[in-house]
């Protein structure tokens, strides 16, 4: 009689300084998101990560990672170069939170409504968009995502380990929690 083999999904692309980062450097726990802006379940797991963040302020940092499924999502590949024209200007995460927060208003005209929201040059980001000029940063994230056994979206690793629990806050709490006293 055999068992099955049971392989633990691993964090194949550590975390680097060019990824983008929320919260403290040193924190004991590191939640790296592969993630859709255009995915309505990562719409709803972006408030309980934001709330994680706010309650474990010290215990945990987020890492975003551009996982944009295209072929489901017309608007994912533009918004997530949006939001690296957006990081490039120092904006990022204003963007991250904009997209996930108009997520019914990814199309290109609302896009360059939230770009001007956010003090940036719309004409500036949407000729960088159309010229894919952050499609390799984008594609890198992706890949290391399928590298790492990213199947879908939103796909959480805690402390380079895939977070098979739900993205529930009481579901993230207790991973962080698990991971930190670990």
Not at 18 to 32: E, L, Q
Not at 92 to 97: T, V
Not at 116 to 128: H, K, R, S, V
Not at 144 to 151: L, T
Request: hydrophobic share 40%; proline share 7%.
């Amino acid at each position: 009689m055999t068992t099955p083999l049971q392989v633990t999904a691993r964090l194949r692309d550590p975390v680097v300084s060019d990824d983008h980062i929320r919260g403290p450097a040193d924190a004991p726990v590191t939640v790296v998101e592969y993630g859709d802006f255009q995915c309505q379940f990562c719409g709803a797991a972006y408030p309980n990560l934001h709330e994680l963040l706010r309650q474990r302020a010290d215990t945990v940092r987020l890492v975003y990672r551009y996982f944009p499924i295209a072929n489901m999502h017309p608007y994912a590949e533009g918004a997530a170069e949006t939001a690296e024209a957006a990081g490039v200007r120092g904006k990022f995460w204003e963007m991250h939170d904009w997209l996930y927060e108009h997520q019914d208003q990814l199309d290109p005209v609302h896009l360059s409504l939230g770009v001007e929201q956010l003090g940036l040059p719309p004409d500036e980001l949407n000729a960088e968009v159309e010229g894919r000029a952050h499609a390799d940063r984008v594609r890198r994230d992706f890949v290391g995502g399928i590298r790492s056994g990213v199947n879908g979206t939103p796909t959480l690793f805690v402390n380079e380990v895939r977070h098979e629990g739900g993205y529930d806050l009481p579901d993230l709490l207790a991973a962080v929690d698990a991971a930190a006293n670990g």
